[in-house]
Nanobody, 125 residues
Framework: QVQLVESGGGLVQAGDSLRLSCAAS????????MGWFRQAPGKEREFVGY????????YYADSVKGRFTISRDDAKSTVYLQMNSLKPEDTAVYYC??????????????????WGQGTQVTVSS
């Protein structure tokens, strides 16, 4: 079983920063890449960003481009989401997810096999 554990969420004010972490553990799995998604109340889960384990540039949703940065620590099997200049509209539960193959788009929830439990990020105005 693969486990993904997010941490780092919290309540901040607009303009503040947060860093989320996602640690992967459990059985060895095919590591293609890791994605971050978020889901606000009453809305569908949406793509935030993606990074490949093998390297290359990360991908970001337009809504977070220039403010959020994804990075990884291979030795720790951990992926990070650095969120700067947070806005109230960034308020959501943030999920990390592991991609094992190329069966679906990185922008779709269907492209990921394993999911973390989510961590709440609340940005007050």
């Amino acid at each position: 079983q693969v486990q993904l554990v997010e941490s780092g969420g919290g309540l901040v004010q607009a303009g503040d920063s947060l860093r989320l972490s996602c640690a992967a553990s459990g059985r060895t799995f095919s590591r293609v890449g890791m994605g971050w998604f978020r889901q606000a109340p009453g809305k569908e889960r949406e793509f935030v960003g993606y990074i490949r384990w093998s390297g290359g540039r990360p991908y970001y949703a337009d809504s977070v481009k220039g403010r959020f940065t994804i990075s990884r620590d291979d030795a720790k099997s951990t992926v990070y989401l650095q969120m700067n200049s947070l806005k109230p509209e960034d308020t959501a539960v943030y999920y990390c997810a592991a991609r094992e193959d190329y069966s679906d788009s990185i922008y779709s929830t269907g492209g990921y096999r394993y999911w973390g439990q989510g961590t709440q990020v609340t940005v007050s105005s």
